[in-house]
């Protein structure tokens, strides 16, 4: 039994690494050579990219989505946990956008979207995102290392990683502010990595980034 559960680990750990390197570099490209509208990117290229992988490995791993933190249990501690965690994130993204535009400047994030489009899109890159990366990512590495710190940052860093193509390559951002916004972002993975780890709930992380994101406003 206990030469199985090794097994299971070391596979779970290993298809974590392939999983990571794979988005790093099919996106990484992604983001380099295309630049589609972001309806279709989040809609449907993000899904094809990130999420396919994912149910190919629990397939693999013969898991369930349930290992994905799809639960019912927890449901409303993990509300309450990202409303929190996420009025934080608001204040946080009203400050810089203050201290960026001197005056608070909306339309910056959201452009010309009708407001219930501009959410909608948050939900829908929230939900591939987090399933990847809290649901799947670090929950794995935290079931194999038992180190919530550990795969906390570890997982939170990769989480940053990813998002250096869409700073450089699409917003083309200066130093100061591409560093500033991957710290952000870095802080943002650990704080939804730490409510997923409370609630084992990936609905948490998925409302707790769409506060993080809408209206992040910040960078654009």
């Given at each position: 039994m206990?030469?199985?559960?090794?097994s299971a680990s070391v596979l779970k750990i290993k298809n974590s690494v392939y999983l990571a390197a794979f988005l790093l570099i099919v996106w990484g490209f992604y983001r380099l050579i295309f630049k589609l509208p972001e309806e279709v990117e989040e809609l449907f290229v993000k899904p094809l990219i990130w999420l396919l992988p994912v149910f190919y490995l629990l397939r693999k791993e013969r898991e369930g989505i349930s290992s994905l933190g799809f639960t019912f249990k927890n449901f409303f501690p993990a509300?309450?946990?990202?409303?929190?965690l996420g009025f934080?994130?608001?204040l946080e993204a009203l400050i810089i956008n203050y201290l960026k535009y001197g005056n608070f400047n909306f339309a910056a994030?959201?452009?010309?979207?009708?407001?219930?489009?501009?959410?909608?899109l948050s939900f829908a890159t929230a939900f591939s995102e987090e399933v990847v990366f809290r649901g799947y990512l670090f929950n794995r590495v935290l079931e194999v290392s038992k180190n919530e710190f550990f795969s906390n940052l570890s997982t939170s860093f990769v989480w940053a990683l990813i998002h250096?193509?869409?700073?450089?390559f699409v917003w083309k951002l200066?130093?100061?502010?591409?560093?500033?916004?991957?710290?952000?972002t870095t802080f943002f993975g650990i704080g939804s990595a730490f409510v997923?780890?409370?609630?084992?709930?990936?609905?948490?992380s998925i409302l707790l980034h769409v506060f993080w994101e809408w209206p992040i406003i910040l960078f654009r």
């Amino acid at each position: 039994m206990s030469r199985n559960k090794t097994s299971a680990s070391v596979l779970k750990i290993k298809n974590s690494v392939y999983l990571a390197a794979f988005l790093l570099i099919v996106w990484g490209f992604y983001r380099l050579i295309f630049k589609l509208p972001e309806e279709v990117e989040e809609l449907f290229v993000k899904p094809l990219i990130w999420l396919l992988p994912v149910f190919y490995l629990l397939r693999k791993e013969r898991e369930g989505i349930s290992s994905l933190g799809f639960t019912f249990k927890n449901f409303f501690p993990a509300i309450y946990l990202s409303f929190g965690l996420g009025f934080l994130f608001l204040l946080e993204a009203l400050i810089i956008n203050y201290l960026k535009y001197g005056n608070f400047n909306f339309a910056a994030y959201i452009g010309d979207k009708p407001f219930l489009a501009s959410l909608g899109l948050s939900f829908a890159t929230a939900f591939s995102e987090e399933v990847v990366f809290r649901g799947y990512l670090f929950n794995r590495v935290l079931e194999v290392s038992k180190n919530e710190f550990f795969s906390n940052l570890s997982t939170s860093f990769v989480w940053a990683l990813i998002h250096v193509p869409v700073v450089v390559f699409v917003w083309k951002l200066e130093f100061s502010a591409a560093i500033l916004f991957l710290f952000l972002t870095t802080f943002f993975g650990i704080g939804s990595a730490f409510v997923f780890a409370r609630t084992k709930n990936i609905f948490s992380s998925i409302l707790l980034h769409v506060f993080w994101e809408w209206p992040i406003i910040l960078f654009r």
